[in-house]
């Protein structure tokens, strides 16, 4: 079957992602300094960021390890979390951290990529 690497690694970057999501959704939450003082936020403040981002870091971890097991709720929610990981990395891009985002953007991509190929049969 194609993809059972790139599945592996997709669900280790699900996994980091997420765990990091929690980590920073915390410290929205927790009205922490790693985020601007100034930041002007167009639809939500930072507490409703900050527990949005911690939904989207428990269901990336959820998923990943789904991923593990080899069972098909990993592949169509980490595909799911990866797209609304990718469209939160883009809304984030006129922050404070621009470049720390597009990297973010591109691993959801490689995230989305890998499960898409998951399971189709190989090429001859």
């Not at 002007?40 to 990336?60: A, E, K, N, R």
């Not at 959820?62 to 609304?84: C, E, K, M």
Request: hydrophobic share 55%; net charge negative.
């Amino acid at each position: 079957m194609r993809g059972v690497g790139s599945a592996l690694f997709v669900g280790i970057l699900l996994m980091v992602a997420g765990i990091l999501n929690i980590i920073y959704g915390i410290a929205a939450v927790g009205d922490a300094h790693f985020y601007v003082n100034d930041t002007q936020f167009v639809f939500s403040s930072l507490h409703t960021w900050g527990w949005i981002t911690i939904i989207l870091g428990v269901i990336q971890l959820t998923a990943s390890l789904s991923l593990f097991g080899g069972n098909a709720y990993g592949r169509v929610i980490g595909i799911a979390a990866a797209t609304l990981g990718a469209i939160g990395a883009l809304l984030d891009v006129g922050g404070a951290h621009p470049w720390w985002s597009l990297g973010v953007f591109a691993i959801c991509l490689v995230c989305i990529h890998g499960l898409a190929v998951l399971g189709e049969p190989k090429e001859v």
